[in-house]
């Protein structure tokens, strides 16, 4: 598909500095090394790289022009904008999707429970047989094909691509988890959501943020372009966020009978959610096999939204058997006890995790290994450190995605918040830390394998290295 260069550049809401001859665009590209004859190569800065530093070498691939915020000392035609992540958004929505756009489109942000709740939804559609696609921390999934990603909220220029191929392949649902770092890096400027779920906000990704404030107000932008808000009102920043979306919004809870959706019974056990979830349109049995209180928030978020995007098929909820989700609060029962693998990886994520299993009735005892990852917010580490002392009967500090950091420091840093000695050993060897905690379980015991969830690698100086806590555990038996 060839666009002409002068029609694309018409669809920017940016200033545009571009006086060179109209050209035919093969294709849009952010990634250099990517780049074929006759594409546009848009320069953003990232994290690791500037984009505007390659330039030359997507003109020597090819590039029919580059589109940046400064010009470079090389032949070729450059293209001039003020902001290039908020030109790429739209040029790649013009390209790839015209006047289209996926719908109902769902857009689910907050620090924890977005995976869960989009796969839940996903699940939920898949029932009512509406081809649906979802887009998350575990990759891109239709009922055609999936996909590892690379990043929880892709690049706008690769959810374009997505949402073409969505549209091709007939899905008539998109259910996304939306990250701070995607709102603020205008990976989804210019999309509408037809819903915005509000999970919950608590301490993470501050090396990135500036404040707890900065965070908030990073994730409540998302209800700008929302047509309805889900919003947890048990969080006191969803609370917050409740008071000050204006426009048509339901708000859930576990137990407030002031919210939309609440639960007027609730028991949570090993063998998973049991309770009446209240709703304006009748209550909902709720019976799941999804361990702790947190996954009944996730679970009366996904039916509300459910009942707001699609108000004439609740009959398909009452006792949905929704099924774990890969990697969070996942059970795996052995010959010794039960392991359990979350992608808990912040404070609250873990207390919540162990908490969930601490309240167990009849638990013997509950050990816990865990990391933090490298080059991410120090500040959360001693705090993992004490929640872990709080809950766990045994503690094993280990590796977790390092990337340029010592990983000795790292756990050094995590040690610095327990103030027993007994029940802590350290092994940074990811895989030795887990055969060591299965060696010292026996029936009875839970063993908590935080952090990685679901994960296939481990990121140490650049290199994804090919590993799964749950092939550790599964090799064992």
């Not at 598909?1 to 550049?9: A, D, E, G, Q, Y």
């Not at 994290?47 to 330039?55: E, V």
């Not at 756009?101 to 996903?122: D, E, S």
Request: charged share 25%.
């Amino acid at each position: 598909m060839n666009v002409s260069l002068r029609s694309l550049l018409k669809n920017l809401s940016v200033s545009v500095d571009y006086h060179g001859p109209d050209r035919d665009i093969c294709d849009i590209e952010y990634d250099s090394r990517k780049i074929r004859s006759g594409a546009l190569f848009v320069a953003i800065r990232g994290a690791k790289a500037d984009g505007h530093h390659f330039m030359e070498q997507a003109f020597a691939q090819g590039a029919a022009a580059c589109l940046a915020e400064e010009s470079c000392n090389c032949s070729g035609l450059q293209i001039r904008v003020p902001d290039s992540r908020k030109a790429l958004a739209e040029l790649s929505w013009a390209f790839y999707l015209g006047d289209r756009r996926p719908h109902p489109l769902l857009g689910v942000t907050g620090t924890n429970g977005k995976t869960t709740i989009t796969h839940l939804l996903y699940q939920l559609a898949e029932t009512a047989g509406i081809p649906s696609a979802l887009i998350g921390t575990l990759g891109v999934k239709t009922p055609g094909y999936q996909l590892e990603g690379e990043r929880t909220t892709p690049e706008s220029r690769d959810l374009a691509a997505y949402f073409r191929n969505f549209l091709q392949e007939g899905s008539r649902a998109v259910f996304m988890e939306v990250s701070s770092h995607a709102i603020a890096l205008k990976r989804v400027h210019g999309l509408t959501f037809d819903a915005a779920i509000f999970t919950n906000l608590t301490r993470d990704h501050l090396d990135f943020h500036a404040d707890m404030e900065d965070y908030f107000k990073t994730k409540a932008s998302l209800f700008d372009n929302a047509h309805s808000a889900l919003i947890n009102i048990d969080d006191p920043y969803g609370k917050r966020l409740a008071e000050q979306v204006s426009g048509k919004k339901r708000t859930f809870s576990l137990n407030n009978a002031e919210a939309d959706f609440y639960y007027k019974t609730l028991r949570v056990s090993l063998e998973g959610v049991h309770g009446i979830l209240s709703s304006a349109s009748g209550d909902i049995a709720v019976d799941a096999p999804l361990l702790g209180r947190f996954n009944a928030e996730n679970i009366a978020a996904a039916l509300s939204t459910w009942t707001v995007l699609y108000p004439d098929t609740p009959t398909h909820l009452q006792h949905f058997p929704f099924y774990p989700v890969a990697g969070r609060m996942e059970r795996i029962p052995t010959r010794r006890g039960t392991a359990v693998i979350d992608y808990a990886h912040t404070p609250d994520a873990m207390e919540k995790a162990l908490q969930a299993v601490r309240d167990l009735e009849g638990l013997r005892r509950l050990i816990c290994v865990f990391g933090c990852g490298g080059d991410r917010d120090h500040g959360k580490r001693a705090m993992m450190g004490a929640v872990a002392e709080r809950y766990a009967d045994h503690i094993l500090l280990c590796n977790d995605n390092p990337r340029s950091e010592d990983p000795e420091k790292i756990i050094a840093e995590i040690r610095s918040g327990i103030s027993r000695d007994a029940s802590v050993d350290i092994c940074v060897d990811r895989a030795e830390a887990i055969r060591r905690a299965y060696a010292l379980s026996e029936s009875g015991d839970i063993l908590m394998i935080l952090g990685k969830g679901a994960e296939n690698y481990m990121e140490i100086k650049g290199e994804r290295i090919p590993f799964q806590d749950k092939k550790i555990i599964v090799g064992l038996e």
